[in-house]
């Protein structure tokens, strides 16, 4: 079995692939930066008891991470419980993309996965939305990285006016009905989302107009991805797994094994 972890600013993502690429579990933890090795690998031998998983059976690892100090955390915890390295996705791992970056190191690993999986699952061009704490867009033509754009994310907007209205309560993020909100929390939420999804229609257009081509897919994945695109103008597909599966087409290009 495969074993892919990406760990995010707030989440980390935990993902059980079989060796025919088919999914035996996703989880998800918080991402601390407190941890020790030992505390993370307890917490990876948790996940595994919690979905009936043998960490005998892994074969192999991957690890993407945009938290530097959590990288090499969790990269000796991987090799203690499986006594393999597991590969880290950053400069030096086989992609099989163009990248069209001044600085190719400066590319966030999990938008790198993301990509690999687009270009392999979706057809070309394709725009990749990405949201998690930061929104990244994407934009993929054929093996071609053409370039992307970076905007904070619904939650950290919406953390921010609560933060800052003295008169504002802390919400969570959810679904809203109309944008004529009649009342504070459905009014925040509406400004969120529907300016959120205006935001996303725009920049779309806008590197459509940049590329000089219309996208052929436009895949959104992340954290409150379903309550934001269903508002967009644009047909948008939703794919929960984009980023473990392009971790695992990563590994496998790494292996040398490019079967899907």
Known sequence: MILAIDIGNIRTT?????????KFFRSEMGTDSKLTADQ?????LDLFRLH???MDEVSGAIISSVVPSMTGVCSKAVTYLTEKAPFIVGPGIKTGLNIRADVHNQLGSDIVASAVAACTDHPSPVIVINSH??????????????????MPGASIALEALSSNGAQLPHIAM???ASPLGRNTVDS???GIIY??????DR??????????????????????????????RHKLVYDHDLLVNGLLYLYRKATGKTKK
Do not use: K
């Not at 929104?135 to 970076?150: D, H, K, L, P, Q």
């Not at 257009?205 to 992340?222: C, D, N, Y």
């Open 133 to 150: 704490t930061a929104v990244s867009f994407s934009y993929i033509s054929g093996n071609t990285f053409e370039g992307c754009a970076i």
């Open 40 to 44: 993370y690998a307890i917490s990876l």
């Open 188 to 190: 925040m939420r509406a």
């Open 195 to 200: 300016g959120y999804a205006g935001a996303f």
């Open 174 to 176: 959810d679904g809203v």
């Open 203 to 232: 920049l779309i257009e806008e590197m459509e107009r940049a590329a000089g081509a219309p996208a052929a897919s436009i895949v959104v994945t992340g954290e409150n991805s379903p309550e934001l695109f269903r508002q967009c």
């Open 52 to 54: 009936s998983a043998n």
């Open 14 to 22: 935990v993902a059980l692939f079989r060796e025919n690429g088919t």
